[in-house]
């Protein structure tokens, strides 16, 4: 049986769901398992750079003073200074709608 939740509030869902399906504007951002969405990325933190240095690909990135931090899908490795940790469900999907409405 499939149930469908939808919620502004990604703390209370993550207990519960196995699937993610981000829509945004009538676009899919992301679909399928949660676990393996979380894998596929990384939260990065390093020095201010134009991020050439990161490898994979940078959905959205915050810079302050000498840091920047970025949320990278499918990363390769860290160059030297950079450090990462696995993302949280709801700051993947807050960078992922931040990302998609500065293109716009």
Do not use: F, K
Not at 43 to 54: L, Y
Not at 63 to 69: C, D, E, L, V, Y
């Amino acid at each position: 049986m499939t149930v469908v939740l939808a919620s502004h509030s990604l703390g209370e869902l993550r207990d519960v769901c196995d699937h993610l399906l981000l829509l945004h504007a009538g676009q899919v951002l992301l679909n399928g398992d949660v676990e393996e969405i979380l894998d596929d990325h990384l939260d990065v933190i390093g020095p201010v750079d134009d991020g050439s240095s990161v490898t994979g690909m940078v959905i959205h990135t915050r810079r302050t003073g000498r840091q920047q931090r970025s949320l990278v899908r499918s990363p390769g490795s860290l160059p030297a200074g950079w450090e990462g940790q696995r993302p949280e469900l709801e700051g993947l999907v807050t960078d992922y709608l931040r990302a998609w409405q500065g293109s716009r």
